[in-house]
């Protein structure tokens, strides 16, 4: 079974930093892609970033480019997501999730949520003024 667990979120006052955590189990890690997305009150869920665990290829929505990064820990199964320069904008409900098995060497580069299968229980940041 495919399992997915974010942790790391919080409140953290604008300008400052989070890192979260996608802790992964149920599947082989190197076979998959993760994508990291959000979704604030009111408005449709988007995808931030994503990697092909594949071929450790990166996407990221241009919005956070320069300040959201990426990552993968291999011997724990994780992915993270490194986030700076945090403002009132950030503050969502923050998702990690999974697709694939991909084929070996395969590059992915979708943020669209409709492309993931599996999907973690999200977890909030909020970024105080």
């Known amino acids: 079974e495919v399992q997915l667990v974010e942790s790391g979120g919080g409140l953290v006052q604008a300008g400052g930093s989070l890192r979260l955590s996608c802790a992964a189990s149920?599947?082989?890690?190197?076979?998959?892609?993760i994508g990291w997305f959000r979704q604030a009150p009111g408005k449709e869920r988007e995808g931030l970033s994503c990697?092909?665990?594949?071929?450790?290829?990166?996407h990221y929505k241009d919005s956070v480019k320069g300040r959201f990064t990426i990552s993968r820990e291999n011997g724990k199964n994780t992915v993270y997501l490194q986030m700076n320069k945090l403002n009132s904008d950030d503050t969502a409900v923050y998702y990690c999730?999974?697709?694939?098995?991909?084929?070996?060497?395969?590059?992915?580069?979708?943020?669209?949520?409709?492309?993931?299968?599996?999907w973690g229980q999200g977890i909030q940041v909020t970024v105080s003024s």
């Open positions: 999730a999974a697709d694939g098995p991909l084929w070996h060497g395969s590059s992915w580069s979708d943020l669209n949520p409709a492309s993931y299968d599996w």
């Open positions: 990697i092909s665990l594949s071929d450790g290829t990166i």
């Open positions: 149920g599947f082989t890690f190197a076979d998959y892609a």
